[in-house]
């Protein structure tokens, strides 16, 4: 393992992670992804196979990251997983779509925050995802909204002695919708001059695994697209 600097993407494959994993990759970094699926930018993959039991997804994850890392730290670890789903309480699949996001937000969340714990070096950096939208009330999108409000806490949680090295932060992205191939598809009329573009997202991750600009620990940072222009602004 011959480079410094190491990272790891939780939902490695997806759009947001497979641009995370390519940035990382052009900066030199070592990286592992983690996801269903292989990605085969990345150094190392982890496939996750347990998908129904927490702790089995847990317990898998954090022993092939740990067989692989060995004694080595990473210098961040990205929780990028996640999707969305709709409906409120009258909805035929309420809790069927409250639980996929449940597991797709916060088991995925809090796996890389115990993966934080053990393997993430003094000063290191723990990004998770939010959403703007779950700082209210998501009637239409009850169980996205549930988790994402979840990962919220947790971040503020991990940021108050939650467990993390010495110096370390976390930080939650809070986008509002990110420019990917799959919102494209199924949004074709939508004024994407209002997503948030994935280099814009990965260029932030640099800056802050270098300290720049990099937020305090605990912060809920949104991404705010109007007319084609990002700004990140601190949720209250």
């Known amino acids: 393992m011959a480079a410094t600097k190491r990272a790891l993407v ?8 497979s ?5 990382l990759r052009e900066k030199n970094y070592w990286v592992i992804s983690v996801d269903l699926l292989e990605n085969d930018a990345a150094d190392k993959n982890v496939l996750v196979t347990e998908v129904t039991d927490w702790e089995r997804q847990e317990l898998e994850v954090k022993t092939k990251v740990g067989e692989l890392l060995a004694d080595q730290k990473l210098d ?3 929780c ?18 409250a639980d996929m996001m449940w597991k797709q937000s916060v088991w995925s969340s809090t796996i890389s925050a115990s993966i934080a714990s053990l393997h993430l070096k003094e000063s290191g950096l723990l990004v998770l995802t939010g959403a703007v939208p779950a700082l209210k009330g998501t009637g239409g999108m009850i169980g ?8 919220h806490q947790l971040t503020k949680s991990l940021a108050a002695d939650g467990g993390l090295p010495d110096k370390s932060q ?21 004024d994407v001059t209002s997503w ?7 260029d932030l ?3 802050w695994l270098n300290g720049v600009n990099c937020p305090g620990s605990g912060s809920l940072v949104k991404l705010c697209t109007i007319g084609g222009k990002t700004e990140t602004k601190l949720a209250e």
């Open 144 to 151: 996205y909204g549930m988790a994402k409000a979840a990962v």
């Open 76 to 78: 961040g670890v990205f």
């Open 19 to 23: 641009a995370c994993v390519s940035a």
């Open 170 to 190: 976390v930080v939650a992205i809070l986008p509002i919708t990110l420019d990917t191939p799959m919102n494209r598809k199924y949004m074709p009329d939508a």
């Open 205 to 207: 991750f640099i800056d």
């Open 196 to 202: 948030t573009p994935l280099e814009f997202v990965t």
């Open 80 to 97: 990028v997983a996640g999707g969305w789903a709709g409906g409120n309480a009258s909805s035929k699949d309420f809790i069927k779509n």
């Open 10 to 17: 939780y939902g490695g494959k997806g759009a947001l992670g």
